[in-house]
């Protein structure tokens, strides 16, 4: 079987937010580079670790954990963003596709959640 949507999204956010981390530490930004990928990268760890959850009940926890990292990558984003580490083209970009993973991972976890009652 395939990758889902939302792993591949989660999936290829990540590997810009390696990206991402590999220019910070270039410019030094050791402790903020170290944050966003702890975060950014989490996320699609979570949502793979979802895959093989125990139960439903596992699977909604998973994803309700990589929901609270993708709102902690947001707060770092917008951070590098407003601290001028971070560029408006590439902030832009990489909230553009956060939000659709948020928006993605909202949706699959309502959903989940009413076929749990």
Known sequence: MGKTNIEEMSYRFALRIVKLNE???????????KQILRSGTAIGALVSEAQYAQSRVD??????????????????????????????????SLKQDLESIIRVLTKIINTSKKSCL
Not at 23 to 32: A, E, I, M, T
Not at 66 to 78: C, D, G, P, Q, V
């Open 59 to 92: 699977f909604v926890h998973k994803l309700q954990i990589s929901l609270k990292e993708a709102n902690e990558t947001r707060y770092w984003l917008r951070l590098l963003h407003d601290s001028d580490y971070l560029d408006v083209k590439s902030f832009e």
């Open 23 to 33: 220019y910070l530490h270039d410019k030094r930004h050791f402790v903020l580079a």
